[in-house]
């Protein structure tokens, strides 16, 4: 049992057991030009994960492991669109409408998809989630349970909202989760210092935080 460094204690990673949880590393959210960048963020910030998690991934695929992708987004007709989250912010472009990609957030649009950096390979499924959570309105608990799936390597964007929620729901149905620093991002430095630490807090109450590269070593010497 390869044994990662990490905070707040060491991580016993059960290759076998684990699957790689990649979170929203879509095209609106990353690109130049997207959706997140129409709405004034700088996508560097997040597009510092992408090479980490390339490099994680080929690892992954190598040793034969299970990984997973989601994307935020929502149907074509916006039937599973809360109308709270879509007034939220009250930004004059909203959920559905016409964006620089397509209609953002919507499923099928070119901005909903995976970078080409990350896309997934043939078998790895693709969660399309209509909330920040990747369990809520989707059938990820039955996938992992029927893969006999106990830990998770959750990476992704953004660290303080879709990768923390994930965290604590995943925490909640009794999976471990061990988070790479490098390999989650956010579009404000201060909410991923604090994303990270809300989940290694009192003795790793959500999960546990280290650094991609070590989970590469583990798997090469597990």
């Known amino acids: 049992m390869p044994t990662i460094r990490a905070e707040p204690y060491e991580f016993n990673l059960e290759p076998k057991s684990a699957a790689l949880l990649i979170i929203d590393m ?26 980490p998690n390339r490099r994680l991934l080929a690892a992954w695929r190598a040793a034969g492991l299970f990984a997973l992708h989601t994307r935020e987004g929502h149907r074509a007709d916006l039937s599973d669109l809360q109308p709270a989250k879509k007034i939220r912010g009250r930004s ?15 499923r ?9 950096e ?19 309105a989707t059938d990820l608990e039955a996938i ?25 729901e995943a925490n909640d149905r009794g999976f471990d989760c061990f988070v790479p620093a490098d390999c989650v991002g956010s579009y404000f430095p201060e909410f991923q210092e604090m994303g990270l630490k809300m989940i290694k807090a009192q003795g790793g109450i959500f ?3 280290g650094q991609g590269s070590d989970v590469i070593e583990a798997i090469k010497a597990g």
Request: net charge negative.
């Open 118 to 136: 990350l896309y997934p390979a043939p078998g790895e499924p693709v969660i399309d989630k209509p909330g920040k959570g990747a369990f809520y």
């Open 92 to 106: 004059k472009t909203a959920i559905g409408d016409p964006g620089p990609m397509g209609r953002i957030l919507v």
């Open 144 to 168: 992992l349970k029927h893969r006999g799936i106990k830990q998770l390597v959750v990476t992704g964007v953004t660290t303080e909202v879709c990768v923390n929620t994930t965290v604590r």
């Open 26 to 51: 879509q095209r609106d959210f990353l690109e130049p030009g997207g959706f997140g960048e129409m709405l004034g963020n700088d996508v560097s910030q997040l597009r510092g994960a992408i090479e």
């Open 207 to 209: 999960g546990w935080v």
């Open 108 to 116: 099928g649009e070119a901005g909903h998809d995976i970078i080409p």
